[in-house]
């Protein structure tokens, strides 16, 4: 019943950008089957209502199809693939974006023994499971304010809580839960996320990072690859990888320039690097990222 209508509304008011007039709520429409493509994941919430995707996060898969939830708490490099999508039965997929200071005040404001408590060890970054009634309900009453811009000022952001409070809840609350308490194993990998993103291009010592989120260097290895299912070197070859293919869509006839720029000294070992992760070597896949659609490569539907 829930989810007739979801796909109802989120047809109606799907936009090409994703955006909706709801913060934070995102809206997919996506009528084919690309190649996977990387992307990073955000912090979000992802519902499919029709279609199903593949998402690689380190040598972990997660597929997730009409009915279940995906939630990202920490923004981490994936590749994503639509494994059934057509202009005939599009995926579609509604997509809320998670604050950590929002997932914060509603743990400060539960009742003793109202939400339960998370635990002391590090969480995946990234779970999928069936979406119950109940969160899907939330969602449905989100939407349907989409069509009732008198009230959506007032009652979306209680709505917005409401489903947050069911994900904290719920049966992955401990990764949400997590995403709001700033002493969590989550948040000291998140600290260390942050920075290797931001300084990708640099190399840098283990122990330096491990320093600077707050953990020991054991602790750290062990807690960054329960999140993020890569060694923090790996994780940092992901980004720069990344990055290097973006820069390659505008500067295709650059590839050692575009290489040295994201923090490879050697051209060979860039190269060698890039065919590994995206089955062609840079100058070959340079040549057909303009037709390459990014933004259906991450988390949401």
């Known amino acids: 019943m829930y989810l007739d209508e979801l796909r109802t509304l989120l047809v109606r008011h799907a936009r090409p950008d994703w955006t909706t007039a709801i913060d934070g709520v995102l809206i997919s429409k996506v009528e084919r089957s690309d190649p996977p493509a990387p992307s990073m994941s955000g912090t979000v919430l992802a519902v499919i209502a029709q279609g199903a995707k593949r998402l690689a996060l380190g040598n972990r898969v997660f597929e997730y199809h009409a009915g279940q939830y995906l939630v990202a708490s920490v923004d981490l490099p994936v590749t994503g693939q639509f494994t059934e999508a057509s202009p005939e039965y599009p995926a579609i997929g509604f997509g809320l974006t998670l604050e950590p200071s929002a997932v914060a005040e509603l743990l400060l404001q539960a009742g003793p023994g109202d939400a339960p408590r998370a635990g002391g060890s590090a969480v995946p970054g990234i779970a999928v499971s069936d979406a119950p009634d109940a969160l899907l309900d939330a969602v449905v009453r989100l939407l349907r304010l989409l069509d009732e811009p008198r009230d959506r000022t007032v009652l979306a952001p209680l709505v917005k809580r409401e489903i947050l409070w069911r994900l904290i809840t719920g049966e992955q609350g ?49 807690n960054f690859q329960a999140v993020t299912a890569m060694s923090p070197i790996q994780f940092q070859k992901q980004i720069r990888l990344q990055q290097a293919r973006l820069l390659l869509a505008t500067r295709p006839n650059d590839v050692t320039g575009v290489g040295h720029r994201v923090g490879y000294d050697s051209p060979s070992q860039f190269s060698r690097e890039y065919r590994r992760q995206f089955g062609a070597p840079p100058s070959q896949d340079a040549a057909g990222l303009r037709h390459a659609v990014p933004a259906t490569a991450g988390v949401l539907p």
């Open 174 to 222: 401990d990764i949400v839960r997590q995403l709001g308490l700033a002493d969590s194993s989550l948040s000291h990998v998140a600290r260390a996320v942050r920075w290797i993103r931001e300084h990708y291009a640099q190399p840098f010592k283990v122990e330096d990072v491990a320093q600077l989120s707050g953990m020991s260097v054991s602790a750290f290895y062990r």
